[in-house]
């Protein structure tokens, strides 16, 4: 029964129900992003919103008291692991505001707006129904160390960058929270213009930092795109085998 339940949840190919099972899922995940598109609350929305939660709480115990066969390993340590896992934890926050909702004792956390924002990751919940979006998470897990060494190098580039300036330009910058704030909207080429050297030394250090930030933002989505179309040749290169 469990396994059967599996099959059904974890998008099996050529089975029937679990065709049905993906694109039902798909569709309250679709509805229950439009709530977020409100700002006021309309009852046509907050029943559309719960029962979008409740579909997503069922799912989600369905998928945990089959975590044995999602993580291949047929001990409880699978039911431990699995709420620790990306997308289980992806399930837990899109479904954490309505539980907040029904238990009385966490309602006090509602108080915090974020909990509200939390709805957003239903968004994400659309990763385990699209081909192109699971290439890209494997494609992300495959590059993670060229990520985090470009990640690391992003972030020792705002240390520094904001470190001189914040020592050139004092007045500019009353805190070095200021500082870190510029260096980042600088080296990603943003600059908002509401925070901006003004001495030679700090326009200077302005002028290098954005010439650095296009390299150093342009490097993860070389790495990325990349390992994307090797993915996708890698894909279309593979052939059915048969008799």
């Known amino acids: 029964m469990r396994k059967r339940i599996y099959e059904i949840v974890e998008r099996t190919k050529d089975d029937q ?9 798909l569709f309250f995940i679709i509805i229950s992003i439009a709530p977020l598109m409100f700002k006021e609350s309309r009852p046509i929305l907050t029943v559309t919103d719960r ?18 066969y999602k993580l291949g390993k047929k001990s409880v340590t699978s039911f431990i692991k699995y709420p620790f896992t990306p997308m289980a934890i992806i399930d837990m926050l ?40 699971e290439i890209l998470v494997v494609v992300m897990k495959e590059s993670k160390r060229a990520l ?46 509401d925070i901006y050297p003004v001495t030679t030394v700090g326009r200077t250090v302005a002028m290098i930092s954005s ?15 990349a390992g994307y179309l090797n993915a996708l040749s890698k894909r279309s290169g593979e052939k059915p085998t048969g008799k």
């Open 17 to 25: 129900l679990s065709d049905w099972y993906d694109a039902i899922m």
């Open 51 to 68: 029962a979008a939660a409740i579909v997503f709480i069922i799912d989600y115990i369905l998928r945990w008291i089959t975590a044995d």
């Open 148 to 193: 985090l060494e470009v990640a690391s190098l992003a972030m020792g580039y705002v240390f520094v960058s904001a470190l001189v300036v914040f020592s050139v330009e004092p007045e500019s910058f009353k805190t070095f929270f200021d500082a870190i704030y510029w260096a980042t909207v600088s080296l990603t080429t943003v600059g908002y213009g």
């Open 211 to 225: 010439v650095f930030g296009i390299a150093i933002v342009a490097l993860p989505s070389g790495i990325v795109t």
């Open 94 to 133: 899109s479904i954490l505001p309505f539980i907040t909702y029904l238990d009385k004792s966490l309602r006090i956390l509602r108080v915090f707006r974020f909990i509200k924002a939390l709805r957003v990751f239903r968004v994400f919940r659309t990763i385990r129904y699209s081909g192109s979006m």
